[in-house]
């Protein structure tokens, strides 16, 4: 009987793996585990080379590294990735829920005539090694479990910063390396132009987060939060309700339609704690919340609670920080 198997796709963040991918690899690794499920991972990536001392020490089996690909055009790599796939056979296909995994692995469904669950907080593995898909469902009130029964590969894309990375292992099997080289693939798709977005700050890798919620009343008043942070080196955050009202860009929203954060410390200042919010603050090791609210659905989410008014705590904060 085939050994079943995962495939990983495996993205880059400039420098070595992205977050996401050391996120999925990390989470192939503890299903192999259960299952003896073997694991592996396409990169397409003219300078994959410079990850290949960390994906060595992933204990991933085989490593698909795909040259002259050019940029990312989803077409094209749903090619590469397609022809990948007929190679591995995978059961299981995952990728991250970034903007370029979200246009490319629905692209893949449809040449393999799968399904897919886009956006997956957690994944498991059922008796019979089916990929149980969960994600929140109907605005975050159940949680969905989604089994592809008949088609395969099982396709899954997974939302950034929900699943604990992989560690490096120093002694693990060597992955076998294949080198792909893309031959006439073309792309139908043609690049107009780019058109630079404001600089948005990565709320994801902030290791103290300031969040902020409908408690603020004008745009203005996001100034006291920006001394703050800047004060405190933190990073700056918001509910769907200040992006609504244009306080802050959409890359700043945390919650289920927003980001998944994982900071070492999260402030709220008057956020309520919807359950859409806190879907985005669960992997935060301390929570404290400022709010009017004695009542409000934040402190139990919270590790210390202040019940207070923003407006005197945020200008009493900022004047003792700059008093030190
Ligand atoms: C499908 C779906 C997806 C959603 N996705 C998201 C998401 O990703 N992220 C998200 O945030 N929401 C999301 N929402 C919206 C969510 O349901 C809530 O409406 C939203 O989280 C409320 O934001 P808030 O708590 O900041 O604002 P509010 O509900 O307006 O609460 C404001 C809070 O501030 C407190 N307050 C007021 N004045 C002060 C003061 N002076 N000092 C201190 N505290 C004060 C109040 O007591 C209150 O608790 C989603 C909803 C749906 C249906």
Excluded at 253 to 278: A, E
């Amino acid at each position: 009987m085939k050994q079943k198997r995962i495939l990983i796709y495996g993205e880059t963040d400039g420098v070595g793996l992205s977050a996401v991918t050391r996120e999925l690899i990390g989470k192939s690794r503890a299903l192999a585990a259960k299952s003896g499920l073997e694991y592996s991972l396409i990169l397409i990536h003219d300078q994959a080379e410079n990850c290949r001392d960390e994906l060595s020490a992933y204990g991933l089996s085989r490593i698909y590294i795909w040259k002259d690909a050019g940029d990312f055009r989803a077409d094209r790599y749903a090619d590469l990735l397609a022809d990948t796939i007929r190679r591995e056979d995978p059961d299981i296909l995952l990728v991250g829920g970034s903007p370029e995994g979200r246009s490319l692995a629905p692209r893949v469904a449809a040449i393999f005539r799968t399904g897919i669950t886009a956006d997956c907080t957690e994944l498991a593995l059922d008796t019979e090694n089916r990929l149980i898909q969960t994600r929140p469902a109907f605005g975050g009130n159940i949680m969905a479990h989604i089994l592809t029964p008949n088609r395969r590969p099982q396709i899954a894309t997974v939302r950034p910063g929900v699943m604990p990375p992989a560690d490096r292992t120093e002694y693990c099997p060597s992955p076998e390396w294949i080198l792909c080289r893309n031959t006439a693939r073309t792309s139908a798709i043609r690049l107009l132009g780019i058109e630079p977005a404001d600089a948005a700050e990565e709320i994801d890798t902030c290791s103290l987060l300031l969040a902020v919620g409908g408690g603020l009343k004008d745009k203005e008043d996001l100034e006291m939060f920006r001394e703050l942070a800047a004060l405190l080196g933190a990073g700056l955050a918001g509910s769907r309700v200040l992006v609504e009202r244009g306080f802050l860009p959409p890359e700043a929203q945390i919650g289920l339609s927003g980001h998944s954060v994982r900071p070492r410390k999260l402030i709220t200042f008057g956020i309520s704690g919807s359950l859409q919010f806190r879907a985005g603050i669960r992997q935060a090791q301390k929570i404290l919340a400022v709010n009017i609210d004695p009542e409000a659905e934040i402190f139990r989410a919270a590790h210390t609670a202040i019940c207070g008014d923003l407006y005197e705590i945020v200008p009493e904060l900022i004047g003792q920080l700059k008093e030190k």
